[in-house]
């Protein structure tokens, strides 16, 4: 399975995961802005790191849950994969600009989510959220509505930890 088709599937399975919580989900712990948690045992284990934006800026009426999810899948190999989810379907082919201190990245969009474009990417943009104080991700609606959210990545570095710990990555 290539990249960008492993990225939309396993986006799928972290948005049920947080969203719907199966009764095995568990709270690693909380971390300042930032919560670890773990689904599933041994090869089937997901781990991964949750926080909302402290602002959300646009000139929108309605608008969905806004989160941003570091997950690591070890049985896949998959580990450090960042989605991003606007609560709104973004703009066909937009992409979602994430600036973190100096740093810059570019992420692709599907639906109402965006991800990195390759795995050198997803760990590229891990170690500047860790590195980092905030992050500040803009997008841009199917209806052309621009946004701008602001996360703290005050706990990140702890809650990144705990998690890598839980799913065994190293």
Known sequence: MNYFAGALVAGSVAISVVCIAPASAKQIG?????????????????????????KDEGKYKKRG?????????????????????AGYTFK??????VVIGKK????????DTAWARST???????????GGARM???????????TKDTYSLAGISAAHRAISKACGIK
């Open 136 to 146: 500040i991700v803009t997008g841009q609606s199917s209806r052309g509505t621009k």
């Open 65 to 85: 849950r806004i989160y941003m999810l570091v997950t690591h899948r070890p049985g896949e190999k998959t580990s450090n994969q960042v989605q991003f989810t």
């Open 104 to 111: 810059k990245f570019e992420l692709f969009t599907n639906d």
């Open 92 to 97: 066909k082919g937009s992409a979602v600009q």
């Open 30 to 54: 909380a971390f300042k802005d930032w919560s670890a948690h773990s689904e599933g045992k041994a090869k089937a284990r997901t781990c991964w790191i949750y926080s909302e934006p402290v």
């Open 120 to 130: 050198k990417d997803d760990k590229s943009i891990v170690a500047a959220m860790r």
